[in-house]
């Protein structure tokens, strides 16, 4: 017999681990947006991104699409590898 405790135990643990990777993403955008000394309304303008869902991003609020990610990279002057090849982004 399988235990309900033990599948939620494994939903929660999938939960949880989406959330960091949302988070590690937006204190990522926040650095690279506070390195370029632009505002969240100036990054907002920049990638036609609205800045209220910037905000959200950087809170790790946001489950974001690849298209707004691609928006927000660009926008900050940078690529996918260089971006995403961070120590924070690896396990």
């Known amino acids: 017999m399988r235990s309900i405790v033990g599948g939620s135990i494994v939903g929660v643990k999938?939960?949880?681990s989406n959330m960091e990777i949302k988070e590690k993403f937006g204190q990522k955008v926040k650095e690279l947006r506070?390195?370029?000394?632009f505002s969240i309304e100036q990054l907002?303008?920049?990638?036609?991104?609205d800045r209220n869902y910037i905000s959200d991003i950087e809170k790790g609020k946001r489950n974001v699409s690849i298209t707004i990610?691609?928006?927000i990279i660009l926008a900050l002057d940078t690529?996918?590898?260089s971006f995403f090849n961070d120590n924070s982004f690896k396990k």
């Open 14 to 16: 999938l939960i949880l």
């Open 34 to 37: 506070e390195q370029k000394g």
């Open 44 to 49: 907002a303008n920049i990638s036609n991104v």
């Open 69 to 71: 990610i691609e928006k």
């Open 79 to 81: 690529d996918f590898a």
